[in-house]
């Protein structure tokens, strides 16, 4: 059973996220990187219940990005996202980028800008333990919940097809919603990349071996901002080639699939 203390601090989250768009770390005047990062994906982005931080892997990227472009890993607003806000903020000129495990897409290419990938992962699926569900065929006239404008929807329904079953969706604005949802058992399964996953994970579920449809991540930024997609870009290959990338990774207990 999922404990009482897991069960609010995901309700926590779940209710903060329905907040989402104020500056939420970081300066807020100034010549800063105005990011919009994930408050809801533990090891990515995710504001800490207990000290109301913003943490994660995608969180010290920005620092990194703006020490590189703006002088200071301070010189930086991270603004918390989720997967519909995230591109919206960016067409307002609320943000100047997203961290936001944004996957890279050719359909998403046509609408904004997109770094080099700094992180690749596979769509997974979380069930519960007591739900005899161990495969991806056992999903077979099954709800899955979902983000709503995340790809995982369609990947996943391919991938049914190719084996011959049928899923429902159930979409959600947050990663919270759905993990509530399977516990609650309005849906029987959620589905989203394995490493966010991950951070939902508990005595009660577990991670069927399936997985599939690689998903890179990019930093996203609006189509009319060339110059700063290339700065980005330049500044991530920078983190690439000294290492720094690879050892936030590894502080973050994270690994490219």
């Known amino acids: 059973m999922l404990t009482r203390r897991h069960f609010m601090k995901v309700a926590a989250i779940a209710a903060g996220t329905a907040a ?25 982005g995710f504001q800490n219940p207990e000290s109301g931080n913003i943490e994660g892997f995608e969180v010290d990227i920005a620092r990194q990005l703006a020490k590189r472009l703006k002088g200071s890993p301070d010189a930086l607003q991270v603004t918390g996202v989720n997967v519909t806000t995230r591109g919206i903020m960016l067409d307002n000129g609320t943000l ?80 919270p919603e759905i993990k509530i949802a399977l516990v609650t058992g309005r849906v029987d399964a959620f589905s989203v990349d394995r490493s966010i996953l991950l951070g939902y994970l508990d005595d009660s579920t577990m991670l069927l071996n399936a997985q599939f449809a690689p998903q890179e991540y990019g930093i996203a930024t ?36």
Not at 103 to 113: D, F, G, H, L, M
């Open 222 to 257: 609006k189509k009319t901002n060339a110059e700063l997609t290339a700065q980005i870009d330049a500044a991530l290959q920078d983190m690439m080639d000294d290492g720094t990338l690879e050892s936030l990774k590894k502080d973050w207990g994270l690994t490219d699939a």
């Open 96 to 175: 100047d980028a997203t961290l936001a495990t944004f996957t890279i897409t050719e359909a998403r290419k046509k609408s904004y800008n997109f770094s080099q990938p700094y992180f690749t992962d596979h769509i997974g699926v979380l069930v519960k333990k007591s739900s005899g569900i161990t495969e991806l065929a056992d999903l077979n006239g099954k709800t899955v919940g979902v983000a709503s404008s995340a790809t995982t929807r369609d990947k996943l329904g391919a991938a049914g097809d190719e084996i011959g079953i049928t899923m429902n969706f159930a979409e959600y604005a947050t990663y």
């Open 20 to 44: 989402l768009g104020g500056a939420l770390f970081g300066c807020t005047s100034g010549d800063v990187l105005r990011v919009g990062t994930k408050i809801d994906v533990p090891n990515f």
